[in-house]
């Protein structure tokens, strides 16, 4: 099936800093999606991407749809303690059906106060 | 109150038993699914319909069933519980793509 290669697979950063994660696919996907899991829940999603070099922000976090569509990147700038989680990509392709999406395998963050 | 939830939050079955856990939803989407997470793999789907009458495999549906009760209800069955079943099951509802979570099974089998 369907892949999405998500990296890195996990980030151990000092407060403070910027954060940078990507997805990217071998198929060229309609959306994208960023999901972001805290420990012990479920995800939630933090930002969709409908367009080709569309560029979303939501507060700290800034994600793009790549021109080519087969990619998404992530960034969180000045990382805080609670962004500490599992931080999900994921997207539905062109040839993708009924609204069925794909997942990365996840970014674990660690965010030292 | 929490728009989807799931029953039990955490369960622990013995191998060979039979489980169901349960999913409502009061966001009155039509679509709802059952993902299961296992560190390191992300999510992996495993069941998901798009309305009571529509029920479609997954690509990990092999020992597991479900059903679609009504459109505010989608449980998950494990007819014959094994070990490697031991994960956090998840279920989700959409209307559009964009899917919404409940809080998770945590489900050991021993």
């Known amino acids: 099936g369907q892949q999405l290669n998500q990296s890195p697979q996990s980030m151990f950063i000092q407060e403070g800093e910027d954060v940078s994660m990507n997805c990217t696919s071998s198929s060229i996907f309609n959306t994208w999606l960023w999901y972001k899991q805290d420990p012990g829940e479920g995800p939630v999603l933090l930002i969709a991407?409908?367009?080709?070099?569309e560029l979303t922000s939501n507060g700290r976090l800034t994600a793009q749809f790549g021109i080519t569509r087969k990619d998404s990147f992530l960034n969180i700038s000045a990382s805080i303690p609670s962004d500490v989680g599992i931080y999900f990509c994921a997207g539905r392709d062109s040839g993708g059906s009924n609204y069925k999406l794909t997942f990365g395998k996840g970014t674990l963050l660690t965010v030292n106060p | 109150d929490a728009d989807v939830t799931q029953t039990p939050r955490n369960r622990i079955t013995k191998t060979g038993k039979r489980i169901m856990l349960e999913c409502s939803q009061t966001?009155?989407?039509?679509?709802m699914y059952w993902y299961r997470q296992d560190p390191g793999l992300g999510l992996r789907l495993i069941y998901y319909s798009f309305d009571v009458k529509d029920i479609n495999k997954g690509e990990i549906s092999d020992g597991y069933s479900v059903s679609r009760q009504a459109q505010a209800k989608f449980s998950l069955s494990l007819e014959s519980a094994i070990p490697n079943q031991t994960a956090l099951y998840f279920c989700a509802t959409s209307w559009g793509e964009t899917q919404y979570f409940g809080p998770g099974t945590r489900l050991l089998v021993l």
């Open positions: 966001k009155g989407h039509d679509r």
């Open positions: 991407l409908y367009k080709a070099g």
